[in-house]
T-cell receptor, first 112, second 113 residues
Framework: NAGVTQTPKFRILKIGQSMTLQCAQD?????MYWYRQDPGMGLKLIYYSVGAGITDKGEVPNGYNVSRSTTEDFPLRLELAAPSQTSVYFC???????????FGPGTRLTVL | RKEVEQDPGPFNVPEGATVAFNCTYS??????FFWYRQDCRKEPKLLMSVYSSGNEDGRFTAQLNRASQYISLLIRDSKLSDSATYLC??????????????FGQGTTLQVKP
C-alpha cells in the first residue's frame, strides 16, 4: 500500500489564482480529513468526509471546497488564493473512528 | 481558551535524561487521547494512545487524569532521535461518528549529545 499520497509537494501561487490539492489513499478508508498547519501552530481541520459523497466543514473552511466522489480521492480546492492561505496542508485518513489516523506527507503552499 | 493546551517549549535536554510533557484539555466529555510525534517538516505520526490506567511503550509512558483533564508523556533515557515535536491530541465529544481530532500546538524536544 502507498498509504496516503498528496500532490504537489510544493506550490507557489499568486494572489487570486486557484488550484486543487490532490489527496488519495489506497487503504479503503472511510474517513478522510484536510488540515492546515501554520508555523509553530497545531493542525486545524478544514473539511472532512465520513464516506464517498459526504463532506462537511471543519474549523476553518472559508476559502476552500472539497468533493468526495470516490472512496480513494479527496481533493481540496482553493479559489482566489490569499496570502493567509500560505501554510502546510495535510490530508489524513482512517478506516473507522477507533482506528489509527494516517497522514500524507503534506503540501507546502505559498501565496504571494 | 484553546481546547487542547501544551507548553510549546522548546525542552532542551541531554542524552539519557528523563523528560515529561503535559497537556490539558477543556472538554470534560472528551473521549479518547493520543500523543503524536511530528519531525521537522514531516507529517504527524501516532506515537501512542493514552488510557486511564496509564500505558507504557518501551521508554515512553503516557498517563491520563480525567478528574484534572490532564495528559502526560514521559520519555526515559532520551535519545538524539527523540528530537521532534510532540502533539497532544483529543477526540472531541460528539465525534463518535466523525472521528474529528483536536490537536494541541505541540511541544518541541531537542535532545543534545
Amino acid at each position: 500500500n502507498a498509504g496516503v499520497t498528496q500532490t504537489p509537494k510544493f506550490r507557489i501561487l499568486k494572489i487570486g489564482q486557484s488550484m486543487t490539492l490532490q489527496c488519495a489513499q489506497d487503504m479503503n478508508h472511510n474517513y478522510m480529513y484536510w488540515y492546515r498547519q501554520d508555523p509553530g501552530m497545531g493542525l486545524k481541520l478544514i473539511y472532512y468526509s465520513v464516506g464517498a459523497g459526504i463532506t462537511d466543514k471543519g474549523e476553518v473552511p472559508n476559502g476552500y471546497n472539497v468533493s468526495r466522489s470516490t472512496t480513494e480521492d479527496f481533493p481540496l480546492r482553493l479559489e482566489l488564493a490569499a496570502p493567509s492561505q500560505t501554510s502546510v496542508y495535510f490530508c489524513a485518513s482512517r478506516k473507522g473512528v477507533s482506528d489509527t489516523q494516517y497522514f500524507g506527507p503534506g503540501t507546502r503552499l505559498t501565496v504571494l | 481558551r484553546k481546547e487542547v493546551e501544551q507548553d510549546p517549549g522548546p525542552f532542551n535536554v541531554p542524552e539519557g535524561a528523563t523528560v515529561a510533557f503535559n497537556c490539558t484539555y477543556s472538554n470534560s466529555a472528551s473521549q479518547s487521547f493520543f500523543w503524536y510525534r511530528q519531525d521537522c517538516r514531516k507529517e504527524p505520526k501516532l506515537l501512542m494512545s493514552v488510557y486511564s490506567s496509564g500505558n507504557e511503550d518501551g521508554r515512553f509512558t503516557a498517563q491520563l487524569n480525567r478528574a484534572s483533564q490532564y495528559i502526560s508523556l514521559l520519555i526515559r533515557d532520551s535519545k538524539l532521535s527523540d528530537s521532534a515535536t510532540y502533539l497532544c491530541v483529543v477526540l472531541r465529544e460528539g465525534s463518535s461518528n466523525t472521528g474529528k481530532l483536536i490537536f494541541g500546538q505541540g511541544t518541541t524536544l531537542q535532545v543534545k549529545p
